[in-house]
């Protein structure tokens, strides 16, 4: 029963919820992969150069949810050798109701990446690990600062 009826009638004094929503539904980890040609063993001392790529992609599931997806590639190299690479492709379901465009455009490339990005974090740390090789942490990312660099870089690709 909804909570804005009294008595099976309207309430006139009940809000209708018309505002901007952006709510998480689901987190989920939708893909992972992971790779170590030569298993935790490492000539030399372990200094491995790091390679983080981040990706975000999203699906419409309805008008008003939309599945998003934040991939995390880590390459491990040492001396031109891969030591290890992992993919984690983390993904959250999200609720997007009464946003405008620019609204949605910064939820999908700054918000949503940065609720989804500590559980890629996790998976990513985890995964390296269970390789045999010692503790992995992504360091932090600024989801907000990417979103705007990316942002200015948007009007003047255009003017060229």
Known sequence: MSSNMAGGVPDPNAQVDTGPTLALQNVYLKDCSYEAPNGPRVDGNWN?????????????????????????TVAAKQNDATIFLVEVKQAGIFLMRNLAEDDVKRAISSVCPSVLFPYARA?????????????????????DALYAQSASQQPQSAAN
């Open 123 to 143: 998976a990513v740390s985890h995964l390296v690990t269970q390789g045999g090789f010692p503790q992995f942490l992504l360091p932090p990312v600024n989801f």
């Open 48 to 72: 491995p150069q790091i390679n983080l790529d981040l990706h975000t992609s999203a699906n419409a599931l309805s008008p008003e949810l939309r599945e998003i997806v934040l991939t995390v």
